[in-house]
């Protein structure tokens, strides 16, 4: 239901777009997120965004670099990257979340839908 896109081999200090798209459901009734997950590690948060695109929030290590956004009428989230790092290298995940207060939340355990992962790899 969720299908996560835009990743790839990028250089460091370079830049992609990931989009996140959803069928079967409609995206502006769910708040969203971003997480990620590098080999050997824990999925971890990397940005999230109300159901109306209003309020977001990103980790520290992502800020001013790492940008969430969203088109409801598009029926998609998107994850602007710039000035990427080899330490953003990961598996991308989107995820989505039945929202009715309007705000985000940064753990994974809250989300109900995730979609499949888009690999970003960052060389140095």
């Known amino acids: 239901q969720l299908q996560a896109s835009g990743g790839g081999l990028v250089q460091a200090g370079g830049s992609l777009r990931l989009s996140c798209a959803a069928s079967?459901?409609?995206?502006?009734?769910?708040?969203m997120a971003w997480f990620r997950q590098a080999p050997g590690n824990e999925r971890e948060f990397v940005a999230a965004i109300s159901r109306g695109g209003t309020v977001t929030a990103a980790a520290d290590s992502v800020k001013g670099r790492l940008t969430i956004s969203r088109d409801n009428a598009k029926n998609t989230m998107y994850l602007q990257m710039i000035r990427l790092k080899p330490e953003d290298t990961a598996l991308y995940y989107c995820?989505?979340?039945?929202?009715?207060?309007?705000?985000?939340?940064?753990?994974?355990?809250?989300?109900?839908?995730w979609g499949e992962g888009t690999l970003v790899t960052v060389s140095s």
């Open positions: 079967a459901l409609t995206l502006s009734q769910y708040s």
């Open positions: 995820a989505a979340r039945t929202d009715v207060t309007g705000g985000y939340s940064r753990r994974a355990h809250d989300f109900q839908y």
